[in-house]
Nanobody
Framework: QVRLMQSGGDSVQAGGSLRLSCVAS????????MGWFRQAPGKPREGVAT??????????YYGDSVKGRFTVSYDTAKTTSYLQMNSLRPEDTAMYYC?????????????????????????WGEGTQVTVSS
């Protein structure tokens, strides 16, 4: 059974930093890509970043609103994804979700521009709240 357990959400001042974590259990070699998405109240879900756990930074993709400020990483031994968020802005306030695309035999399904591949993600964490005050 696949589970994605998130942590790290908090309230911070604008300009501050946070690191979100997502521990993946029950995943295997069929895990294609992982991603981070967010949803603010009254707004549609937005893609933040996607990446392949076995790929390098060349296979990390970011939404335009977070490029240069957010960074994804993955600890293979811990099967944990991280989202490092720097220079936070009030508009970054949202519920943040980690997700995994798990399909047998489809290596990079779910990797790419986050706004284009959201539909590929079939496993989701419960979300963690990030609030940025001005």
């Amino acid at each position: 059974q696949v589970r994605l357990m998130q942590s790290g959400g908090d309230s911070v001042q604008a300009g501050g930093s946070l690191r979100l974590s997502c521990v993946a259990s029950g995943i295997g070699s069929s895990t294609n890509c992982m991603g981070w998405f967010r949803q603010a109240p009254g707004k549609p879900r937005e893609g933040v970043a996607t990446f392949h756990p076995n790929g390098g930074t060349a296979h990390h993709y970011y939404g335009d609103s977070v490029k240069g400020r957010f960074t994804v990483s993955y600890d293979t031994a811990k099967t944990t994804s991280y989202l490092q968020m720097n220079s936070l802005r009030p508009e970054d306030t949202a519920m943040y979700y980690c997700a995994a695309a798990i399909y047998s035999g489809q290596y990079d399904r779910g990797c790419g521009r986050p706004d284009l591949v959201e539909h590929d993600y079939n496993y989701w964490g419960e979300g963690t709240q990030v609030t940025v005050s001005s």
